[in-house]
């Protein structure tokens, strides 16, 4: 699988109207500007701002990084899925950069009664006391940001390869940053950065802005959420090859494509090679000694793709992908690879076969399902 998935290790939001509560286990994340008072500005009423951290743990990427992609080279996206968002502007930009300093998830939810502070907070890296945030004298090549007129903190940050999203309230709302740079910094024999993981904020421009028409609210699902939607880190790599021996590609306008080897059901730890049967339909008939069914051929070269739905949401969970979802064939046919602990266990999921065959293009999605279960 050129395309696999891993899911955090801890997240929290980080809020600057409520500088010592911690909100490790919520179920949102939040990026958002406000007032206290919600929609109504009073007098003397302060704008807010809310960041998010997330981070994942630094066996799992060493697992896919040096495991599974080696010495390919590869691509890191940083996705986090919306929950809600009002307000949105012509144009909103968020950023996401590496965190500078190590930091503690903690327990706590956002407004719990009384206030948990036992982890990372506006003020503090690990809980209400200890360690703060740096707000000044900043380590070369890192910041911060805050409010003079708010209580200092708001995390810390490496300047460098900063990763940023800019939409409108047509656009994906989704964040899906590319983050390679930032993960190339985090892995190999001599790393820049320390992995702490990522902030997420909105931009400077949009923080702390003294303008009711002009607060943004934009809240993520959590590591914790009760969804099916989870950040995770994408890492994206080529894993294409292509040697068909005496085999033949397919070709005309009736071709038939099959799953091989799918017994419907796979364990987390799994790594499934999905082989396809491929043949004419309808083949010419001719004077043979053997079933003509049993010949099997090969999808075009670069123009045969995989992917993989939800069989529940319908929603693509691995997207067809010119470059990283390439079929490739070797001298017994077509096959493609998948990692299933890549994929949430405990759900049914939908193979599609895309490609381009005598001119036509073609999706076959002939109830190629499989479940994932926990081992």
């Given at each position: 699988?050129?395309?696999?998935?891993?899911?955090?290790?801890?997240?929290?939001?980080?809020?600057?109207?409520?500088?010592?509560?911690?909100?490790?286990?919520?179920?949102?994340?939040?990026?958002?500007?406000?007032?206290?008072?919600?929609?109504?500005?009073?007098?003397?009423?302060?704008?807010?701002?809310?960041?998010?951290?997330?981070?994942?743990?630094?066996?799992?990427?060493?697992?896919?990084?040096?495991?599974?992609?080696?010495?390919?080279?590869?691509?890191?996206?940083?996705?986090?899925?919306?929950?809600?968002?009002?307000?949105?502007?012509?144009?909103?930009?968020?950023?996401?950069?590496?965190?500078?300093?190590?930091?503690?998830?903690?327990?706590?939810?956002?407004?719990?009664?009384?206030?948990?502070?036992?982890?990372?907070?506006?003020?503090?890296?690990?809980?209400?006391?200890?360690?703060?945030?740096?707000?000044?004298?900043?380590?070369?090549?890192?910041?911060?940001?805050?409010?003079?007129?708010?209580?200092p903190g708001g995390g810390v940050w490496w300047i460098a390869d900063s990763a940023s999203q800019t939409f409108s309230y047509r656009s994906d709302l989704?964040?899906?940053?590319?983050?390679?740079e930032i993960v190339e910094y985090w892995t190999g024999s001599n790393p820049v950065w320390n992995n702490n993981g990522f902030i997420v904020r909105q931009?400077?421009?949009?923080?702390?802005?003294?303008?009711?028409?002009?607060?943004?609210?934009?809240?993520?699902?959590?590591?914790?959420?009760?969804?099916?939607?989870?950040?995770?880190?994408?890492?994206?790599?080529?894993?294409?090859?292509?040697?068909?021996?005496?085999?033949?590609?397919?070709?005309?306008?009736?071709?038939?494509?099959?799953?091989?080897?799918?017994?419907?059901?796979?364990?987390?730890?799994?790594?499934?090679?999905?082989?396809?049967?491929?043949?004419?339909?309808?083949?010419?008939?001719?004077?043979?000694?053997?079933?003509?069914?049993?010949?099997?051929?090969?999808?075009?070269?670069?123009?045969?793709?995989?992917?993989?739905?939800?069989?529940d949401t319908n929603e693509y969970i691995v997207d067809f992908d010119p470059i990283y979802t390439l079929i490739s064939t070797d001298v017994s046919g077509?096959?493609?690879?998948?990692?299933?602990?890549?994929?949430?266990?405990?759900?049914?999921?939908?193979?599609?076969?895309?490609?381009?065959?005598?001119?036509?293009?073609?999706?076959?999605?002939?109830?190629?399902?499989?479940?994932?279960?926990?081992?």
């Open positions: 699988m050129a395309v696999y998935k891993i899911f955090p290790t801890q997240d929290a939001t980080i809020y600057s109207a409520y500088p010592n509560q911690n909100t490790g286990l919520d179920e949102i994340l939040d990026a958002s500007t406000n007032f206290l008072t919600g929609s109504v500005q009073t007098n003397g009423d302060l704008p807010q701002t809310s960041r998010f951290l997330i981070q994942f743990d630094d066996s799992d990427i060493a697992y896919v990084t040096q495991s599974l992609i080696k010495n390919k080279p590869w691509d890191a996206y940083l996705k986090v899925f919306v929950a809600n968002s009002t307000y949105l502007q012509t144009n909103t930009t968020i950023l996401a950069n590496a965190v500078s300093g190590s930091w503690n998830m903690g327990t706590g939810k956002y407004m719990d009664s009384p206030e948990v502070q036992n982890g990372v907070s506006w003020v503090w890296k690990t809980y209400s006391g200890s360690n703060a945030w740096l707000t000044s004298s900043y380590a070369s090549g890192s910041t911060g940001s805050y409010s003079p007129n708010n209580t989704d964040l899906n940053f590319d983050v390679t931009s400077s421009s949009q923080e702390f802005i003294n303008n009711i028409n002009q607060q943004i609210t934009l809240k993520y699902f959590s590591v914790d959420t009760h969804t099916i939607y989870p950040p995770c880190l994408e890492f994206k790599w080529k894993d294409f090859s292509f040697s068909t021996g005496s085999l033949t590609q397919i070709t005309g306008s009736n071709p038939y494509v099959s799953l091989a080897n799918n017994p419907g059901f796979f364990y987390s730890e799994s790594i499934q090679r999905f082989r396809l049967n491929v043949r004419p339909e309808f083949p010419a008939r001719s004077f043979q000694t053997s079933s003509i069914y049993t010949a099997n051929y090969f999808l075009p070269s670069g123009s045969s793709y995989w992917a993989i739905k939800d069989l077509s096959f493609f690879d998948v990692h299933m602990n890549g994929l949430q266990p405990e759900r049914y999921y939908q193979i599609l076969i895309q490609s381009t065959i005598s001119g036509n293009t073609i999706v076959f999605d002939d109830d190629y399902y499989f479940k994932v279960i926990n081992g």
